[in-house]
């Protein structure tokens, strides 16, 4: 479903105030005692009271610096196992609170940002500028992102949009490397 960040639905129009400081959304509450709330709202930083989508993004950039060292093939196996269990993360979490897709969850851009940088050269120029183009697809939602944000339900759709949104700013930095010779 959708993703967070500013002009996102679950954070609202540039210039509203997101939904977490509006008062918890509709359903209930977040409970450190659940592993699934947990895992799901990025170790707490769904829990941020503006931009839970960007902070999320943010613990990503650790958990990439741990798994990119590993060979491709690997690396890739790690986030599609991190991308095949967030589904069932983020939909037991999303039905736990009663919230389709809640703000909190953050899981999906987690795995959405260790999606663009699997194959983008290593340092911090990178890093950023993945961190960058996976927030400005996330946010902007072009086709099909925005589609799979809309239609498609329960955790596979808190997942998807970020997913392919992942696949977009991830073709960028290809891109840009084949550009610059890196």
Known sequence: MGSSGMGSPREGPPGAAPAADQGEPPGRPFSWTSPWHVLAFGFGAGLAPRAPGTIGTLVAVPIHLLIAPLPLAL???????????????????????????????????????????????????????????????????????SLADREVHGGLGVMLDDLIAGLYAGATLLAARAALGA
């Open 75 to 145: 690396e890739g196996l790690v986030v599609a196992a991190l991308a095949v269990a967030g589904i069932a993360i983020c939909g037991r979490a999303a039905e736990d609170l009663g919230v389709g897709d809640h703000p909190g969850i953050v899981w999906d851009e987690i795995v959405g940002f260790l999606l663009t940088m699997l194959a983008a050269p290593a340092g911090w120029p990178w890093i950023v500028a993945g961190f960058v183009a996976f927030r400005f697809f996330d946010i902007v939602k072009p086709w099909p992102v």
